[in-house]
């Protein structure tokens, strides 16, 4: 697991990796692009509708990121994970209105006095996609695997690291020993696999659950087909314990170029678009004129910080990396973020899309949201931020440049995904606030950011987290236990981030099972790391998606009021989207055809005239 | 001093034999009139762009002051509307051609320049070492040239210099192929065995016989390999490959992909920069094809 991996997990947010291939052909369509942006003639006007013929029910979903897996053990990705939730019950869901644990597979649950014994009642009337019932111990057989096989707790390992055992008395009870207090056992995100199709799997480092299909599952959809960046095919589990899904088939397509899948939403082909991570402000603006578009908005899951490189370090004490010494002083970090006006980059980068930045989880998870008191708050201020780097040492030399201590001008690399606009919109921004400060800057943008990041090999980075209803796993990646063991390998850490303080107050906070005695040591947690300045949330972006209402009649956000719909913290959009009964498939562009019909006979005729024209220029030549 | 009364030295002879061609060269480039429409083309984007810091000046790359709102229309204060910070389009191509003549002229240079060492020296010394470097010039021609330069562009910095170098070592291999051919032709003249004859080495033969008789031919392919760069360069800059601080026609386009300029239709973000990439290429290819049949005469049946 990679940093940019992680950067596209269930925990984090849809980056997607690089894809060079769709590149290419966008660059081919580019000339086209330019001559025909003008016109908006739509070359294929006859809109395709997302169904089939004989009157099933389909709904299409563009999306761009690679499916990285399959397998639950392995998938860490947003797409995946989120296709896992849908053909996989958990033990327990989140509500869709608050995001408190709801039943899952399990009906009930409760801890034993000493809150070292969880006993979970497994609800009876669950049955796997191929007839059999699920049962207490396809459960047990689950967590089991990940607590002996090492490569079965790739993805999902940080769950069971505490457990002691797990045992599964009867059809319908399962008993989990922990070795400390844990306080996310009613919020396990773990896929529950079938026993006895999954006891069969030798190497579950190699074992991506592609091969044979239709995949057996207990989800509200069941998979039956896939094919690698270009489609992923699920049908509806017409047995699923909570009420079959509306829809009949639920299709993810790949669109890997943005305004490609904005045209597809345009044109019917597909009924939803949720964007990478969301659609451009101008994509919206457009859409949202549009007849039978809907465009979504809510306050999404993700925050969007400038993390510090705090000199990449091994759990064994070695240093490695190339983190630029400076910036180990919190004064000059504290300096760097002084001189963000967060406020322009929610005005002209996210246009309104996004929510001011302040504590480390995001205000849509209210529980745990923190904002910095009066004193400790680092607002935009450029000229405390030059006072901080003075008295840091840092002065201004006569080019105006500030230097460190060894004589040479500061100079920082940022680290930011070529394939996020935002990242270079921000860093643009950056290099012109800082270089008023005197400080250089080098905007590095690469596809592939997770080699010099796991590497250390950088100042400043682009980085951003989904966060689940339970933070406890984007607290954990910040402490030290997250650390590599060596420099070689490679741990769930974020940004090499290690404190005592906050290490105790994450131990503290994993034990406590009061839920308000947790949140303010949460609280604490999110203070101590704004002070840090190692993790500089600048904003929270807003989930910005599009679908077609004359396909989708209605579909359940998350939170109810107001919430996103793709990547939600369950299956509650795609399992309650209700198919649209019209039959209006084709209108709508027949200005748009008849627009391409005359500007093709216009340029016929021109083309006519021009060759006649040139035939009597050159008849004297020809015999 | 008097021109009669100079004694006519053989520097002074060579100047005026090379400014009687040259004006042999202008009489007979005039008589091109698409040539003379790509040159004055090219003289007004010369001039646009080394004007540009006193028209628009560099602040107009700046995103904090920008003056309008994200993609304004175009409008009496923004002739071709505002980009996505909000920065005049019209300065910004303006700004831009700077960067993409740039690239596209070093860019060329370095390309024509190898190819000229590989031709020449491969036509001159044969041999294995022609075989071995006319192999390798193969295997460049028969790669695809963006594809090379794509994962060049990948695996190095983000930089101008990458962007240039990863254009100009995956061009040259049609400039070392007519190179040699015309080499070989010139090499089998009579006056190079008479060079040989009085002891021309190898450097002298190829720098004071091959290279004046190929130098036409590098001209006119330079001329012509300036359009395919400032292509090359926004290509590359559209994918991404580019330093996205920097401001050139290929960077702006990419940005309007970016910023879901082309599916909201905000046509004055993608329209200038093209035509701008298709006037300056359009530009260098008439030059280059009238600079081309001039020095060649057996191409020189323009009509």
Redo the contacts between chains.
């Keep these: 697991m990679s940093p940019q991996d992680q950067h596209g997990t269930r925990r984090s947010h849809p980056r997607s990796p690089r894809h060079?291939t769709a590149?290419?052909v966008?660059?081919a369509g580019?000339?086209a692009?330019?001559?025909s942006?003008?016109l908006?003639t739509p070359l294929n006007p006859a809109p395709q509708r997302a169904q089939a013929a004989e009157g099933k029910k389909t709904l299409t979903v563009a999306v761009a990121q690679s499916v990285d897996s399959l397998s639950p053990f392995l998938a860490v990705r947003l797409l995946s994970t989120s296709i896992l939730r849908l053909t996989y019950e958990y033990l327990t869901d989140y509500d869709p209105g608050d995001a408190h644990p709801v039943p899952g597979l399990a009906t009930s649950w409760k801890p034993s006095a000493d809150k070292l014994t969880w006993t979970y009642t497994i609800r009876s009337d669950a049955t796997w996609s191929d007839g059999e019932k699920v049962t207490a111990k396809d459960a047990a057989w689950t967590f089991d695997k990940m607590m002996t096989d090492e490569a079965a707790a790739t993805a999902n390992g940080s769950f069971v690291a505490n457990f002691r055992s797990v045992s599964a008395p009867s059809p319908t009870q399962l008993v989990i020993k922990l070795k400390k207090p844990q306080a996310t056992m009613t919020a396990l995100d773990v896929p529950i696999v079938p026993q006895h199709i999954w006891k069969s799997v030798k190497d579950f480092s190699k074992f991506n659950n592609d091969k044979s299909f239709p995949i057996v599952g207990d989800g509200p959809f069941v998979l039956t087909d896939y094919k690698a960046d270009s489609y992923v095919r699920l049908k509806a589990n017409k047995d699923f314990w909570r009420g079959a899904p509306k829809f009949d088939e639920l299709v993810f397509k790949y669109y890997k170029?943005?305004?490609a899948a904005?045209?597809a939403l345009?044109k019917g082909e597909v009924s939803f678009v949720a964007g990478q991570p969301a659609?451009?402000?101008?994509?919206a603006?457009?859409l949202k004129g549009q007849k039978d578009i809907h465009v979504n908005e809510g306050p999404g899951r993700r925050f969007y910080a400038l993390a510090t490189n705090p000199g990449a370090k091994a759990r064994n004490g070695q240093k490695f990396g190339d983190g630029d010494p400076s910036l180990l002083d919190q004064r000059v970090r504290n300096a760097l973020f002084m001189a963000v006006d967060r406020k322009?980059v929610i005005d002209?980068v996210f246009?309104g899309h996004a929510v001011e930045g302040q504590g480390y989880i995001p205000p849509r998870f209210s529980t745990y949201f923190w904002k910095p008191s009066a004193s400790q708050d680092l607002s935009y201020d450029p000229a405390k931020a030059a006072q901080l780097l003075d008295q840091a040492g840092y002065k201004k030399n006569a080019a105006g440049k500030r230097v460190g201590k060894n004589g040479k001008p500061l100079n920082y690399r940022v680290l930011?995904h070529?394939t996020d606009?935002n990242d270079?919109?921000v860093?643009?921004?950056l290099?012109?606030?800082w270089g008023k400060l005197g400080i250089g800057m080098t905007?590095?943008?690469l596809?592939n950011v997770t080699d010099p990041w796991l590497a250390g090999k950088y100042d400043l980075a682009f980085d951003g987290w989904s966060v689940n209803p339970d933070p406890d796993f984007v607290l954990s990646i910040h402490t030290c236990g997250a650390l590599p063991a060596t420099p070689k390998d490679t741990g769930a850490t974020d940004n090499f981030i290690c404190d005592k303080t906050y290490d105790d107050l994450y131990a503290r906070q994993l034990a406590e099972y009061d839920s308000a005695k947790r949140a303010d040591i949460v609280k604490q947690m999110e203070s101590r790391l704004y002070d840090l300045g190692y993790m500089n949330v600048m904003a929270y972006p807003n989930a910005v998606e599009a679908y077609r209402t004359d396909q989708i009649k209605s579909i359940t956000t998350m939170p109810k009021a107001a919430g996103n719909i793709y990547g939600q913290d369950g299956y509650w959009s795609w399992w309650s989207a209700v198919p649209a009964d019209s039959g209006s498939s084709s209108g709508g562009s027949s200005t748009g055809v008849i627009v391409g019909v005359v500007a093709g006979v216009v340029v016929l005729a021109a083309a006519g005239v021009f060759f006649a024209m040139r035939r009597r220029t050159t008849a004297d030549d020809r015999e | 001093m008097t021109a009669d009364a100079a004694p006519a030295t053989p520097g002074r002879l060579a100047r005026q034999r090379r400014r009687q061609s040259a004006a042999r060269f202008w009489r007979s480039y005039r008589t091109h009139r698409a040539g003379m429409i790509g040159l004055a083309a090219l003289v007004l984007f010369a001039l646009m762009a080394l004007t540009a810091p006193l028209t628009v000046g560099s602040g107009v790359a700046?995103?904090?002051d920008?003056p309008g709102a994200?993609?304004e229309a175009p409008s009496l204060d923004f002739p071709l509307g505002t980009d996505?910070?909000?920065r005049s389009v019209l300065g910004l191509v303006v700004w831009g051609s700077r960067v993409s003549l740039l690239v596209g002229l070093l860019a060329a240079v370095l390309s024509v320049v190898i190819g000229t060492v590989v031709g020449v020296t491969a036509g001159h010394f044969k041999g294995a070492y022609a075989t071995v470097l006319m192999r390798i010039t193969d295997w460049f021609l028969v790669m695809p040239a963006?594809v090379l330069a794509?994962a060049l562009a990948?695996v190095m910095?983000?930089s101008l210099g990458t962007v240039i170098l990863a254009i100009g070592v995956t061009s040259w291999p049609t400039t070392a192929r007519l190179v040699r051919a015309q080499t070989l032709a010139v090499e089998s003249r009579p006056y190079i065995e008479r060079a040989k004859a009085l002891g021309g080495g190898h450097w002298h033969i190829m720098s004071r016989h091959v290279l004046p008789n190929v130098m036409p031919l590098v001209l006119a392919q330079t001329t012509l390999m300036i359009s395919s760069s400032v292509l090359a360069e926004a290509?590359l800059a559209?994918?991404?490959l580019g330093?996205?601080?920097v401001i050139s026609w290929g960077g702006l386009?990419q940005?309007a992909?970016?910023?879901?300029?082309?599916?909201?239709?905000?046509?004055w973000y993608?329209?200038p920069p093209?035509i701008a990439i298709a006037l300056v290429a359009l530009a260098f290819t008439l030059c280059g094809r009238a600079v081309e049949s001039v020095l060649n005469p057996r191409l020189g049946v323009a009509r």
Excluded: H, M, N
């Design positions: 060079r590149r290419l966008a660059a580019a000339v692009l330019t001559v942006a003008g908006a170029d943005q305004d904005v045209a345009r659609l451009t402000p101008a994509q603006a457009s322009a002209k246009q930011c070529a606009p270079k919109a860093g643009q921004y290099k012109e606030w905007l590095d943008c596809d | 700046g995103v904090t920008a994200p993609l996505r910070f909000g963006l794509i990948t910095t983000r290509t559209f994918l991404g330093d996205p601080t386009l940005d992909r970016e910023a879901g300029a082309v599916s909201a239709g905000d046509w993608l329209v093209g």
